[in-house]
């Protein structure tokens, strides 16, 4: 067998190629909503991932005012949910994310609306399900 030919592929800035993804969060459980985010603006789901590189996607979250909060947390966060329904994905999922440069830099790709609109149709988002990402 030939050596070469078993050579790791380690992904760069400039090979990666970045979607537009929209969630709908609509009866959506607020944890394993942010977990799924985070993974895929962290690029966990592709077969290029590579730790130290931003190979995640675009992540446009609509419907964050309809998300479930679920146990005894229930308090608190539903006056987050009252006034700014963004705050709570938001906070949930850079809680997910690396306390460093690159996890700031993955937060800046998410995108949280409180409604069903959003200002990103240009870049021809595509929809997906929460249950269809690996």
């Given at each position: 067998m030939d050596s070469l030919s078993y050579k790791t592929i380690s992904a760069n800035a400039s090979t990666v190629t970045k979607e537009w993804i929209?969630?709908?969060a609509t009866n959506e459980v607020l944890g394993r909503l942010a977990s799924q985010i985070a993974k895929i603006l962290?690029?966990?789901n592709k077969p290029s991932y590579t730790p130290h590189v931003d190979c995640g996607d675009y992540v446009i979250v609509i419907n964050a005012e309809k998300v479930k909060l679920t146990g005894q947390r229930f308090a608190t966060p539903a006056d987050y949910l009252a006034k700014k329904p963004t705050f709570i994905v938001e906070k949930?999922?850079?809680g997910m994310l690396p306390r460093t440069r690159l996890g700031a830099?993955?937060?800046k790709n998410l995108k949280v609306y409180a409604g069903s609109?959003?200002?990103h149709a240009a870049q021809n988002?595509?929809?997906i399900k929460l249950n269809e990402i690996k």
């Amino acid at each position: 067998m030939d050596s070469l030919s078993y050579k790791t592929i380690s992904a760069n800035a400039s090979t990666v190629t970045k979607e537009w993804i929209v969630i709908d969060a609509t009866n959506e459980v607020l944890g394993r909503l942010a977990s799924q985010i985070a993974k895929i603006l962290r690029g966990k789901n592709k077969p290029s991932y590579t730790p130290h590189v931003d190979c995640g996607d675009y992540v446009i979250v609509i419907n964050a005012e309809k998300v479930k909060l679920t146990g005894q947390r229930f308090a608190t966060p539903a006056d987050y949910l009252a006034k700014k329904p963004t705050f709570i994905v938001e906070k949930a999922v850079k809680g997910m994310l690396p306390r460093t440069r690159l996890g700031a830099a993955l937060l800046k790709n998410l995108k949280v609306y409180a409604g069903s609109e959003h200002p990103h149709a240009a870049q021809n988002p595509k929809t997906i399900k929460l249950n269809e990402i690996k």
